[in-house]
């Protein structure tokens, strides 16, 4: 056996997984068939067996299944894919019912199909390291849990009780565990687990009950119920609803998963197991699947393991930063940092604007403190970190300045030049611009190699992404120190060069904007709204145009028409932007903020917005012929073929930043594994064929370039 040692010492089978070339221990072929091996092992000594011990030889426990070999797999593997699940299944079953304590020592994380694992231990013994992770994270790679999890969970919590770890994939640490019953006993250190497992299996060893598991006894009774209870069967009824409404029918394995959990509770364990079996089969070779791990697994560990940061530069932990600007941005950007640790300069024109800023932090954090997540020492603390002030020599000293100021380039460049020699020696300025080319923002700075754009996601406490922009000067110990510094405020950073929006900004309007052409053309604004919704979108485009002020576009509208004149050019505005001009400039409405846009925003309490009534007269036409699956494909088309030409570019330099760029930055939906993976999964032939219809229906926008095609294949992943 090559990843699993056995020993057989004083009647204890001690089972030590431990993949070799791998940080991590890995549900891989030849695992499975090392289980095979140890489980026939074991049932042969069976007589001279006490007690078995699971353990890792890793600083995890065990990470789950094989991510590449599922990404091999095709729909016509299915049938394949279920002996497997069944024969490890098959395995864990033997192991569990053969009449002696199996006992598992988790000295690390184990997620997936890692849990599971754990999960055959009849006694589960835990470090008690907060920072451990347990649980079923499946759902959120378009798969569920199927080498038992779902059949043990449900059987352990209920099925009201399981919901959210199954359902939702939601993690839990060692402590949270134990609360649960899903672990029996915590430990200070890895080094304390085999005694406390050698104590459970001598209480257990020969005594009249053999070890079992809860299920496996004739008394065993469903926490809270099966379906057949009348309350279970009442808050069952309205699941599938409610899953419909969070899914919008676009994921496929929450559906599953919570089919095999009802399913599962109504039949014998065994059966169940089988249930959840063909569920994962039909799930797991979906593209939906495909796509999701492509980007939630690969993608996004390509991006958390630095292959967009420049290479052979020293880690940097950035020590004191300056935040220029107070409002709604900066405060954000001063809570993210005090909130990982980082003395914050927060400084704006005023104390009282400053103060205002730091004030956001205190709200954040007065609630993390009401709801039990953040002591009120830690409080103080964070606080403490935050130095509020209108004066620039508190500055002094900063490691890193950012500006968070108006998009103004007038003012951008004065704040830059007043702050910037305050910097330390060695120190670098960024911009939180989120349109104006970085390299035309750097000709402010007297060391243009050390001026950067560091685009944040608003709101800053939510948002995942942070989008780093390299300009023509920038250099690499720059971009490594901003990148790190992204990294440090827990963030998922992605690096694009520079261009006007950059790559999040551009492609974002792209799909607002598209939505905006679609009401020039008489659709209904409802229908525009409905179909932005239901290809998976967060909300539909204008009511996002909304959210993010429609003011804020014409400013943009504006500041690139006289960029363009300052070049000697002239603009020429999309009919989407010209509309919200006119929104603006003709009927006064600026955006959600100023309480009226495309929406109307009731003053009363509770009141919901409602599609501004005056919309229709103004612009829907009943002649305009229109079809919902079209206007889906155009909002995601048009902002895939606008990530493809950003990759065309340079904008772009690696399709993993534009897939996690897409999903956690523009709301592209995470269905799709994000803009690029959308052209991938279709086919680039099926991708291209479809541009060209719909370029020739609603225009250049569509259109892809053969220089386009030959890029979206040359970056083609493959596994």
């Not at 095709?74 to 053969?98: H, Q």
């Not at 759902?139 to 569920?144: P, Q, V």
């Not at 004191?320 to 709604?328: E, F, Q, S």
């Amino acid at each position: 056996m090559k990843t699993i040692h056995y020993e057989l010492s004083d009647g204890i089978a001690t089972l030590t997984f431990d993949e070799p070339g791998s940080p991590v221990n890995t549900m891989c072929r030849q695992w499975q068939d090392d289980l095979d091996a140890v489980t026939a092992q074991i049932v042969k000594e069976k007589e001279a067996i006490r007690g078995i011990i699971l353990s890792s030889a890793k600083s995890t426990f065990f990470a789950g299944a094989d991510i590449k070999a599922l990404m091999r797999s095709k729909p016509s593997d299915a049938a394949v894919l279920f002996a497997e699940i069944e024969r490890m299944k098959k395995n864990f079953r033997t192991l569990e019912t053969m009449g002696k304590p199996v006992v598992s020592c988790l000295n690390g994380a184990a997620l997936g199909g890692g849990w599971e694992v754990a999960l055959v231990g009849h006694y589960r013994v835990a470090v008690d390291d907060p920072k451990i992770r347990f649980g079923l994270p499946e759902i959120t790679l378009g798969l569920i849990p199927g080498a038992s999890g779902i059949t043990k969970m449900t059987r352990l919590l209920g099925l009201m009780g399981a919901q959210p770890y199954i359902l939702e994939g939601r993690l839990f640490n060692p402590l949270e565990a134990l609360g649960l019953g899903l672990v029996h006993e915590l430990v200070q250190d890895a080094r304390d687990l085999r005694p406390a497992a050698l104590a459970w299996i001598k209480t257990h060893d020969g005594s009249a009950a053999p070890a079992h598991h809860p299920w496996d006894d004739k008394n065993y009774r469903m926490p809270g119920g099966t379906p057949s209870d009348p309350m279970v069967a009442a808050a069952l009824s309205v699941m599938p609803a409610i899953l419909k409404k969070t899914t919008r029918g676009l994921y496929p394995a929450p559906e599953a998963a919570l089919a095999a959990m009802v399913e599962g509770a109504q039949v014998d364990f065994d059966t169940a197991l089988r249930i959840e079996s063909r569920y994962l089969a039909k799930v797991a070779v979906t593209p939906v699947a495909r796509a999701m791990i492509n980007t939630f697994f690969f993608n996004l560990n390509a991006i958390k393991s630095g292959q967009s940061r420049p290479r052979n530069i020293p880690r940097y932990q950035p020590q004191k930063v300056g935040v220029l600007g107070a409002g709604m941005m900066g405060a954000g950007i001063a809570w993210a940092q005090a909130s990982r640790g980082i003395a914050t300069v927060l400084k704006d024109v005023s104390q009282d604007k400053a103060d205002a800023g730091k004030a956001w932090s205190a709200k954040l954090a007065h609630s993390s403190v009401v709801k039990g997540r953040m002591k009120p020492e830690d409080q103080t603390a964070l606080l403490a970190r935050i130095t509020a002030t209108d004066s620039a020599a508190d500055l002094a000293g900063c490691d890193l300045i950012i500006e968070a100021v108006f998009e103004s380039r007038d003012l951008k460049a004065k704040v830059t030049q007043e702050a910037e020699p305050l910097l330390m020696p060695g120190g670098f300025f960024a911009s939180n611009t989120s349109t104006l080319p970085i390299s035309s923002l750097a000709k402010a700075s007297a060391r243009s190699e050390k001026f950067i754009g560091i685009h944040f996601f608003s709101p800053v406490d939510k948002m995942k992404l942070v989008e780093i922009i390299r300009g023509r000067q920038t250099d690499d110990e720059t971009v490594a120190r901003a990148f790190d510094y992204v990294q440090a405020l827990g963030k998922i950073p992605i690096v694009v060069n520079d261009s006007r929006g950059f790559y999040t900004s551009r492609t974002f309007g792209t799909f607002v904007m598209e939505g905006a052409a679609m009401l020039c053309e008489g659709i209904p604004a409802a229908a525009i709204e409905n179909a932005g919704i239901q290809a998976g979108m967060p909300v539909g485009p204008l009511a996002v145009l909304d959210e993010t002020a429609l003011s804020l576009s014409v400013h943009v509208l504006d500041q690139t028409r006289s960029d363009f004149s300052a070049e000697g050019k002239t603009y020429s505005a999309a009919p989407g932007e010209l509309l919200v001009e006119r929104m603006v400039k003709e009927f006064k409405r600026s955006g959600r903020a100023a309480g009226a846009g495309f929406y109307d925003y009731p003053l009363e309490k509770n009141a919901k917005k409602f599609l501004w009534p005056d919309l229709k007269p103004l612009f829907e036409r009943q002649q305009t012929p229109w079809e919902i699956n079209e206007l889906k494909d155009r909002l995601l088309y048009r902002q895939a073929v606008e990530t493809a030409r950003c990759l065309n570019e340079g904008v772009l330099c690696s399709v993993h930043d534009a897939n996690i760029g897409s999903l956690f930055g523009i709301g592209f939906p995470a269905w799709t594994g994000g803009a690029m993976q959308f052209i991938y999964g279709l086919g680039v032939d099926a991708f291209s064929q479809r541009c060209d219809e719909l370029a020739a229906k609603f225009g250049a926008g569509f259109a892809l370039t053969d220089a386009v095609k030959e890029t979206i294949r040359q970056h083609q992943p493959v596994y």
